[in-house]
């Protein structure tokens, strides 16, 4: 039962363009959803959060969106740089509503910024 | 200020020995996680401390596995005996909100 969805496994974008890195889910009770980063043998990097009473959330180049209704969130990443090609995870949780703030991943998008 | 830190960064073992794995939070974290990604999979949650006490344990695998934190400071855990589907990174992560940093991860190889 796979909660976190990100249904395209790669991207590819040229640098200075934008990256559209999308997340579904299907679990009504996450109320706080997070992008992470993760080079090759290294561990995730928090990017961005957003909490689910927000629909926008926005850290320098990175922003993210929440549509609760449609139950899908998009990482939007502008201008692209080539030091942005990682794995990204989306994650969710309910940290808000429940005892435990256990994420829950999405399978990761790779993203290659081409020079 | 020191990230989560991991060891061993790598552990080569065979089918039915043991293995523990340690984990030291960001100092001043009470929450502490562990997590699993196998065969380049999703990352899959373990368990979930808050201080020395075990929170949610839901996604412990089996009773081959047990994890301490005693003091409420590091974090171990023990894989006995092996077996070959415990191969994997392990990850860490600590946290005092929802937004949980990461260590580098342990990759268990168990031949």
């Known amino acids: 039962d796979q909660q976190v969805k990100q249904n395209s496994p790669s991207l590819s974008v040229q640098e200075g363009r934008i990256s559209i890195l999308n997340c579904d889910y299907t679990?009504?009770?996450?109320?706080?959803f997070l992008w992470y980063k993760k080079y090759p043998a290294e561990g995730p990097t928090f990017l961005i959060s957003?909490?689910?009473?927000?629909d926008k959330n926005e850290d320098g180049r990175f922003t993210v969106f929440l549509n609760k209704s449609a139950k899908h969130l998009s990482l939007h990443i502008v201008p692209s740089q080539p030091g942005d090609s990682a794995v990204y995870f989306c994650?969710?949780?309910?940290?808000?509503?429940?005892?435990?703030?256990?994420?829950?991943f999405g399978q990761g998008t790779t993203l290659q910024v081409k020079p | 200020e020191a990230g989560v830190t991991q060891f061993p960064s790598h552990s080569v073992i065979e089918k039915g020995q043991t293995v523990t794995l340690r984990c030291d939070p960001i100092?001043?974290?009470?929450?502490l996680y562990w997590y699993r990604r196998v065969m380049g999979k999703e990352i899959k949650f373990l368990l979930h401390?808050?201080?020395?006490?075990?929170?949610?344990e839901s996604g412990m695998p089996n009773n081959r596995f047990l994890a301490e934190r005693t003091g409420g400071t590091y974090s171990t855990l023990k894989v006995q005996p092996a077996e070959l589907e415990d191969s994997g990174v392990y990850f860490c992560?600590?946290?005092?909100?929802?937004?949980?940093?990461f260590g580098p991860g342990t990759r268990l190889t168990v031949t």
């Open positions: 992560a600590s946290s005092l909100t929802a937004e949980q940093y």
């Open positions: 679990n009504s009770m996450f109320d706080y």
């Open positions: 957003i909490s689910s009473i927000k």
């Open positions: 994650a969710a949780s309910s940290w808000g509503s429940s005892n435990t703030g256990k994420l829950i």
């Open positions: 100092s001043g974290h009470d929450n």
């Open positions: 401390f808050v201080k020395e006490s075990k929170q949610d």
